[in-house]
């Protein structure tokens, strides 16, 4: 069966480091791949989708991307800041699954210090 | 714009009581959907609609029910409650369904958190 896996240990970084974030997948091959940022009490929101065929991404700080040898998505923060505190998840398209186009990882959580 | 709305924020429920969850979106967006969120299990879609007036079971869709009547609205409903059902749900839409290559991005409410005694 499909399985996705994230650090489930906090990440700790100090702030100005670059954090990097693992994703991997197994028994599959998506076909894109999203990340979302979950603060605490809050819903999911949107960061980047990156596609199969693409093997970065970028927005502003962040970069994704996309090892479909390795079955493995990172996900880097540059300069990282406080702000960037929150629990990261890992979406991969669900394929195969017919109508379960996302499944998500647990999430890993983001510390940055000042 | 508020996007997905849920209610309510939290709730207490008796066991064996039933209970709906609302969700309404203002995107006009075709589809629709209903996640759970459990410590160490993440997101677990129970229920999902491609469009107004059809629906679907997710991956954890026993105990609960969903419909469609329009394109905006899309309860979930607890028929009879039992303290597994202990949950933050949220609710969630995207532009396009995911009977399609790709859905976009997925636009989720701030969720309700349910707590079954």
């Known amino acids: 069966s499909q399985k996705i896996e994230q650090n489930s240990e906090a990440l700790n970084i100090q702030e100005g480091k670059t954090a990097t974030l693992t994703c991997n997948y197994t028994?599959?091959?998506?076909?894109?791949l999203q990340w979302y940022r979950q603060d605490p009490g809050r819903g999911p929101v949107f960061l980047l989708l990156?596609?199969?065929?693409?093997k970065e991404k970028r927005k502003e700080r962040l970069k994704v991307t996309f090892d479909t040898t390795l079955k493995q998505s990172l996900f880097h923060i540059t300069a990282s800041q406080p702000a960037d505190s929150a629990t990261y998840l890992c979406?991969?398209?669900?394929?195969?699954?017919?109508?379960?186009?996302?499944?998500f990882g647990t999430g890993t959580r983001l510390l940055v210090s000042p | 714009t508020a996007g997905i709305t849920q209610a309510p924020t939290s709730q207490i429920l008796a066991a064996g009581r039933s209970m709906t969850l609302r969700c309404t979106q203002d995107m006009r967006h075709n589809a629709m959907y209903w996640y759970r969120q459990d410590l160490g299990l993440g997101l677990r879609l129970i229920h999902y609609s491609n469009t107004a007036g059809t629906t679907g079971k997710g991956e954890v869709p026993d105990g609960y029910s969903v419909s469609r009547a329009n394109t905006d609205d899309f309860p979930l409903t607890l028929a009879s409650a039992v303290p597994s059902q202990t949950s933050v749900y949220f609710c969630?839409?995207?532009?396009?369904?995911?009977?399609?290559?790709?859905?976009?991005?997925?636009?989720f409410g701030e969720g309700s958190r349910l707590t079954v005694l």
């Open positions: 969630a839409s995207s532009r396009l369904a995911p009977n399609v290559l790709d859905t976009g991005e997925l636009f």
């Open positions: 990156i596609r199969e065929n693409e």
């Open positions: 979406a991969p398209e669900g394929r195969g699954t017919g109508f379960q186009k996302l499944v």
């Open positions: 028994n599959y091959s998506p076909a894109y």
